[in-house]
C-alpha cells in the first residue's frame, strides 16, 4: 500500500446522498456499503469494532470530515468506504458537524499501511479547494477523479 486513496476506491462502495441524520445510523449506512466486500471476513465483527472505537474518541478530523476506522481482525486487507451528506451531521460533543465520512477497516496486523493511509487521507483532506471538489462532485467516478488530482497534486 503506497498511501493512494484511489486504490481503495470502488464507486459501489460511494455513496454521495447519506440520508442519515444522526451519527450512529451515518456510520451505519456508510459501514454498510462494505458488507459483502471480498476482504471484510465478518461484517459484524468489523461495524462493532468501528463503533466501539467510534465510542472511545471522536473520530472528527475538523473541517467537516470524519475518520471512523477500526483496526481489527475482521478485515483481510484495508478497506474504505465514503459517505457524503449535504446537510452535515452534528459528530460529537463540540458540535461539530460533519458531511465527509471516510470508513476504514484495517488489518491489526499492518499498523503500517494503516498508517500510510491515514497520513495520504489527512494530506488530502487539508487543502480547502480540494475538499470542496469532494463535496462538489456530481458521481462516485467524479469523487474518485477529485482525489485522484489531490493525490497527484500532492505526489502521492
Same mark, same amino acid.
Given at each position: 500500500?503506497?498511501?493512494?486513496?484511489?486504490?481503495?476506491?470502488?464507486?459501489?462502495?460511494?455513496?454521495?446522498?447519506?440520508?442519515?441524520?444522526?451519527?450512529?445510523?451515518?456510520?451505519?449506512?456508510?459501514?454498510?456499503?462494505?458488507?459483502?466486500?471480498?476482504?471484510?471476513?465478518? $461484517?459484524?465483527?468489523?461495524?462493532?469494532?468501528? *463503533?466501539?472505537?467510534?465510542?472511545? !474518541?471522536?473520530?472528527? *478530523?475538523?473541517?467537516? =470530515?470524519?475518520?471512523?476506522?477500526?483496526?481489527?481482525?475482521? =478485515?483481510? #486487507?484495508? =478497506?474504505?468506504?465514503?459517505?457524503?451528506?449535504?446537510?452535515?451531521? &452534528? $459528530? !460529537?460533543?463540540?458540535?461539530?458537524?460533519?458531511?465527509? $465520512?471516510?470508513?476504514?477497516?484495517? &488489518? #491489526?496486523? #499492518?499498523?503500517? !499501511?494503516?498508517?500510510?493511509?491515514?497520513?495520504?487521507?489527512?494530506?488530502?483532506?487539508? !487543502?480547502?479547494?480540494?475538499?470542496?471538489?469532494?463535496?462538489?462532485?456530481?458521481?462516485?467516478?467524479?469523487?474518485?477523479?477529485?482525489?485522484?488530482?489531490?493525490?497527484?497534486?500532492?505526489?502521492?
Amino acid at each position: 500500500m503506497a498511501g493512494r486513496i484511489t486504490s481503495l476506491l470502488d464507486p459501489s462502495r460511494i455513496a454521495l446522498n447519506v440520508q442519515s441524520t444522526k451519527r450512529t445510523a451515518a456510520l451505519n449506512e456508510v459501514a454498510r456499503l462494505l458488507e459483502g466486500h471480498p476482504e471484510v471476513a465478518n $461484517f459484524n465483527g468489523f461495524y462493532e469494532e468501528l *463503533l466501539a472505537r467510534d465510542r472511545l !474518541d471522536t473520530t472528527c *478530523l475538523g473541517n467537516a =470530515v470524519a475518520l471512523p476506522h477500526a483496526r481489527t481482525e475482521h =478485515v483481510k #486487507k484495508i =478497506v474504505l468506504a465514503v459517505g457524503r451528506t449535504e446537510k452535515g451531521i &452534528p $459528530f !460529537d460533543a463540540n458540535g461539530e458537524i460533519v458531511r465527509l $465520512f471516510f470508513v476504514l477497516g484495517t &488489518p #491489526k496486523t #499492518k499498523p503500517g !499501511d494503516y498508517l500510510a493511509v491515514v497520513s495520504a487521507l489527512c494530506k488530502i483532506l487539508k !487543502d480547502p479547494n480540494d475538499r470542496a471538489s469532494f463535496l462538489a462532485a456530481p458521481t462516485p467516478a467524479a469523487f474518485i477523479a477529485a482525489i485522484a488530482a489531490a493525490e497527484t497534486k500532492l505526489g502521492l
